[in-house]
């Protein structure tokens, strides 16, 4: 099946610091989220994004589907978003689920 | 809804027991998934629900672990016999439409421990 890896595993940052998190995955795919999952456990929708780039407020996300990959900005880190941040992809098949990757943990300081 | 519900939030169980957890997907929404999480890892997918169509069960790690779905609405995910291995989050997931390509969206999860 379909690979997803995501980098780095853990990222420590200072408030108001911008940081990139990578995924790269083995495949083509139909879709490709990006979610935050709080202290709490909830997984927070960021982006369906599976070619081009979009932003909203302080993120952005862009997909190289060509290339296989996807990154996501988050500029002028704050506390609040702290937590791990998973890239999953829809790699076709007949259930479309999504693979995950393994998250970044990002903890902000302040 | 206005979102996927999920019940319950936690449950705590004794090795042996059989547990059941449901999900309440968004209105209207035809696709559901099961997903669970153990700690630290990323979701692992379980089962499928489209429509009356049967269950894509190929994510169901043992027989113990079986999922009901009445047409498009709640479904329960039944854990017999669990084993202290069972202990997760149970993620559910809904998306509006059958195929490919649309955004899935997750409830709260159910936290099962297992003693």
């Known amino acids: 099946g379909i690979q997803v890896e995501q980098s780095p595993p853990d990222l420590i940052l200072q408030e108001g610091a911008n940081s990139t998190l990578r995924c790269n995955f083995s495949?083509?795919?139909?879709?490709l989220q990006w979610f935050h999952q709080n202290p709490w456990g909830q997984l927070i929708n960021l982006f369906y994004?599976?070619?081009g780039t979009k932003q909203n407020g302080r993120l952005s996300a862009t997909t190289v589907a060509t290339e296989r990959y996807s990154l996501l900005y988050i500029s002028s880190s704050q506390t609040t978003d702290s937590g791990v941040y998973f890239c999953?992809?829809?790699?076709?098949?007949?259930?479309?689920?999504?693979?995950f990757g393994k998250g970044t943990l990002l903890t902000v300081n302040p | 809804g206005a979102g996927v519900s999920q019940s319950p939030s936690n449950k705590v169980t004794e090795k042996g027991k059989d547990v059941e957890l449901r999900c309440d997907p968004i209105s209207g929404h035809t696709a559901l998934y099961w997903y669970r999480q153990r700690l630290g890892q990323g979701l692992e997918f379980l089962i499928y629900f489209q429509g009356n169509s049967a269950p894509d069960k190929s994510g169901l790690p043992s027989d113990r672990f079986s999922a009901e779905r009445t047409g498009e609405s709640v479904s329960t995910l039944t854990i017999q016999r669990t084993q202290q291995e069972d202990s997760a989050v149970y993620l559910c997931?809904?998306?509006?439409?059958?195929?490919?390509?649309?955004?899935?969206?997750f409830g709260p999860g159910t936290r099962l421990l297992v003693l």
């Open positions: 495949d083509s795919v139909n879709n």
């Open positions: 999953a992809v829809e790699s076709g098949g007949s259930n479309y689920k999504l693979t």
């Open positions: 994004i599976p070619s």
């Open positions: 997931a809904s998306r509006a439409e059958p195929g490919g390509g649309e955004t899935q969206y």
